[in-house]
């Protein structure tokens, strides 16, 4: 057995991911070959805490990370009967609301 071969068997792909700011989300930054999560975290670390500060970083295995099969994804489209949802038409809502107020104002003092 090569050596190549021996460490394909004994490293595993980890993926890193960081936070910049405790209420921003994790992205992902880069992937790394170590043999265990405790030396994959210290090689995330060395990595990427030298370039720019974050608040935290995930080192999850490559093949701990599940994803929608290509013949699924259909079922994350948007269905269109919800547009019930959509803000679009409070846009001018505040201007309603000064209308009517205004109208109520005029209506009041005329009595």
């Known amino acids: 057995m090569s050596n ?3 460490a394909q068997q004994t490293f595993s792909v980890f993926e890193v ?3 910049k ?3 921003s989300g994790f992205v992902h930054q880069f992937s790394l070959l170590a043999p265990n999560h405790e030396v994959a975290l210290s090689l995330a670390r060395e990595n990427f ?3 720019e500060p974050c608040n ?3 080192v999850v295995k ?3 990370i599940h994803a929608i099969p290509p013949e699924e994804r259909r079922y994350l489209e948007r269905m269109d009967n919800k547009s019930y949802r959509e803000t679009k038409g409070y846009g001018d809502l505040q201007a309603r609301w000064r209308y009517h ?3 109520y104002e ?3 003092a005329s009595k």
């Open 21 to 23: 700011h405790p209420i």
């Open 62 to 64: 490559r093949e701990d």
């Open 17 to 19: 991911f960081s936070q």
């Open 106 to 108: 005029k209506n009041t």
């Open 101 to 103: 107020k205004e109208q």
């Open 4 to 6: 190549q071969e021996q």
């Open 56 to 58: 935290n970083i995930w």
């Open 49 to 51: 805490l030298r370039r």
